[in-house]
C-alpha cells in the first residue's frame, strides 16, 4: 500500500514538474522574442542616430580639464545643452564658463553620482528627457576604456549614439583603472541596461549653471583650472 502510494506521489510530482518546465519554457521563448525585438528596434535607431548632429555634451566629473574644455564648446555651440556629471564646485565652474564668456543656460550639474557607473546611473532620465539622440562624451585618456565601454551600453541600450571626445590631462592622473573594476563596471551596466528600460532612477540635486547662487559659496578649485578664491 505504501509502496503504491509512493509511485502515485512520484507520478504526480513529475507531472507538475513538466507542467513547471513547460511553463519555463514559454516564458523563456517570449524574453528571448521581446529582447530580439528590443535589439533590433535599438540598433536600427543606433544606425540612424549616427548620422545626426550631436545634440548634446555630457561630461564625466573627475578633471578641471573637461570642464574648461566643455566651456569652450559651449561658446562655439550655445543652444547644445550640456550635462556635468558630479564635476568641480558649484562655484569654480561657474567661474569657468564666466572666463570663457559662455552661456549658463543650457549648462546642468547632476550631483547625485559618486562613481562611472552612477554618472551614467543618473544621467540617462536627464538625456531622455532632452530627447537626446547623438552625445559627445568628454573624458580623458586614463578614463577612457571603461567609461567608454559603459557609454555604449548604457547609453547605448537607450537608442543613444555616443561619440568620444578625449581631453588631456595636466600634472599626474586621478584615475587609475583596472581590469577587475573594469569587468564589474560593465558586468553591473549590462544588466542595468536591461532594468533601466523601465526604471528611470531621479537625481534629486540637478541644478542650471545659472542659477548657482555665488553670494553663500566658497572653494577651492583645483589649481589646474588657474581660478581665483
Known sequence: MKRKFNIKLLISFQGKFAKLRKLLQILAYGLSFFLGIWLVCTAITLAIAVSQPVDSFFVLGGSISREIYVAKLAKQHPQTPILISRGSADRCLWLIFQRETASLQNVWLEKCANSTFENFYYSIPILHAWKAH???????????????LLAQILLGAHGIWVETEIVPEQGIPGNRESWLKTGLDVTRSLVWAVFSQVIQPQCSNVVRLAEVDMLHEDVKCEHQGGLER
Not at 547623438?134 to 567608454?148: E, N, Y
Request: charged share 25%; hydrophobic share 35%.
Open 134 to 148: 547623438k552625445v559627445r562624451l568628454i573624458t580623458s585618456p586614463t578614463h577612457l576604456p571603461r567609461a567608454k
